[in-house]
């Protein structure tokens, strides 16, 4: 992991915690504290693990949400996710601290179990498919090609379903209704990137299309 990668990755988890306990005005908050702690640790493990074992995929992981050769709707569906995660953690403060609304302590315990679940999935993910970087291209120079092992025999985005199981976790442990009830409309946008992706790995990708036949499920096991 270089010196870059690594005040990338300090810069990320300030600005997390700067958006949850400014907006909350109050660092008397111990789901954020439990949150910020989970959310460090499933970081930094995965992160080294990377380090060691997959650097190319690290490398890819750190260089940011816009690339060269990315599908151009995936920089636009980029751009919208960041707003919407960051105004996402910004009511999540606002409903459980400052406007008080929301007061839920028995769903602790399931958001703080949901976020290291959905870290584990995620790092299952990296471990089978060193091609997962984090915007739609592909990665010719590196040699791409279909995963369908590990995860990948379940369900062909399981990083998605991972991730989902994280988001639904951070409104429980952080206390917030309202950002349960705002998170349909985030991951719902979800289907959107799913259905960009998948065309992108019919048209550039050999052998996808007929991945995409033996592994029904997108996301859900069963479901879709």
Do not use: C
């Not at 992991?1 to 958006?19: H, N, P, Y």
């Not at 980029?78 to 409903?95: C, E, F, H, P, R």
């Not at 990083?159 to 917030?176: E, F, N, Q, R, V």
């Amino acid at each position: 992991m270089t010196w870059e990668d690594s005040v990338k990755a300090v810069f990320w988890i300030v600005s997390i915690g700067a958006l949850l306990f400014l907006s909350a005005r109050t660092l008397d908050w111990r789901g954020a504290w439990i949150f910020m702690a989970e959310f460090v640790i499933g970081g930094l493990v995965v992160m080294l693990w990377l380090a060691w074992r997959d650097p190319g995929l690290l490398k890819e992981r750190m260089g940011g949400p816009f690339k060269k050769g990315q599908v151009l709707w995936d920089k636009v569906f980029m751009t919208l996710m960041i707003l919407a995660w960051n105004g996402w953690l910004v009511l999540m403060a606002l409903d459980a601290k400052r406007w008080g609304l929301s007061h839920m302590p028995e769903a602790m315990s399931a958001g703080a179990v949901l976020i290291p679940i959905g870290f584990f999935i995620v790092w299952l993910t990296f471990r089978e498919n060193s091609f997962a970087a984090p915007v739609i291209k592909i990665q010719e120079g590196r040699g791409q090609r279909v995963i369908s092992t590990g995860p990948y025999r379940i369900v062909r985005h399981p990083m998605y379903a991972g991730a989902t199981l994280y988001m639904i976790g951070m409104p429980l442990l952080l206390g917030s209704w309202l950002g349960l009830l705002v998170l349909p409309l985030i991951l719902g946008a979800l289907p959107v990137r799913i259905f960009i992706e998948e065309a992108a790995l019919r048209r550039g990708l050999p052998g996808y299309g007929e991945y995409a036949a033996r592994v029904r499920y997108r996301l859900v096991p069963g479901v879709w």
